[in-house]
């Protein structure tokens, strides 16, 4: 599969908490390939998701996230968010410029090609992975210009 050249996303979500000083929580964001379109009536669209991952165990306790479609010039961006024994997501968002999603609550990267945010629809356990499709809640596109962030065997790619 790694022959199939993908599109790179990023997956964000907002881990709700409670402390004594009202609501608060942190952000959660993942890097993704395994990322499509199901259905434009009603807008679905499906993310793949390591079993027992973060961002799995979370969004089997609350249905919203959200997806940036990252460009060429956020390719540091998607490694940040894909290294193994990464620094905790908190410093992981520290430096980014996003803004947060009114729909779901989550980070959009500001100058990611587009955003979407969703609810979840249905979880499909599929080997070590598990499918989650979610509702198309709100989308934006912005005028970025370059091109999509690709993945290729094994590496980011642009496309051109």
Request: aromatic share 4%; proline share 6%.
């Amino acid at each position: 599969m790694s022959r199939l050249a993908a599109g790179v996303v990023l997956v964000t979500a907002h881990e709700p908490a409670l402390s004594d000083d009202g609501p608060t929580g942190e952000d959660v964001g993942m890097t993704a390939t395994s990322f499509t379109s199901v259905s434009l009536d009603p807008p679905l669209v499906m993310i793949g998701l390591r079993e027992g991952s973060r961002m799995d165990d979370l969004l089997a306790e609350q249905p919203l996230w959200a997806v940036s479609v990252l460009t060429e010039a956020q390719r540091q961006i998607a490694g940040r968010f894909a290294m193994k024994g990464r620094i905790s997501d908190r410093l992981l968002f520290e430096d980014l410029p996003y803004v947060r999603g009114g729909a779901s609550g989550a980070p959009l990267m500001k100058g990611a090609l587009a955003t979407l945010e969703c609810r979840t629809e249905q979880r499909v356990p599929a080997g070590d992975h598990t499918l989650v499709i979610g509702r198309v809640l709100a989308a934006g596109a912005v005028g970025v210009d370059g091109g999509p962030l690709m993945y290729f065997r094994g590496r980011y790619r642009e496309l051109g």
